[in-house]
């Protein structure tokens, strides 16, 4: 489902709607930059170099494996639906089955 940038955005679509990256969905879920490096114990830097491209020094949108189970069991603990497969990039869309 697309995800709208701001509030701005959904009411006026002045800018075009993105799909937001694993790492950006799965931080937002939990409420923030600040709030997941407090639960995943790293820098506040952290959260948002996992929201870069590698280009840019990030992760590509991606959460370092590292991290996932402590992300998951805080989620857990505080009723905040959270799966293990929201960490993973989606699957290329293409023909299903094997011929």
Do not use: C
Not at 35 to 51: C, D, E, H
């Amino acid at each position: 489902m697309p995800i709208f940038r701001n509030r701005l955005d959904f009411d006026f679509g002045i800018s075009e709607i993105v799909e937001m990256d694993p790492a950006t969905a799965i931080i937002r879920k939990l409420g923030g930059e600040a709030k997941v490096a407090g639960i995943a114990g790293t820098a506040l830097s952290a959260p948002y170099r996992w929201q870069h491209e590698k280009s840019r020094g990030g992760t590509g949108g991606l959460i370092p494996q590292a991290y996932h189970r402590r992300l998951l069991d805080y989620a857990d603990a505080h009723g905040i639906a959270l799966a293990a497969e929201e960490f993973l990039t989606p699957r290329a869309s293409g023909p299903s089955g094997a011929g």
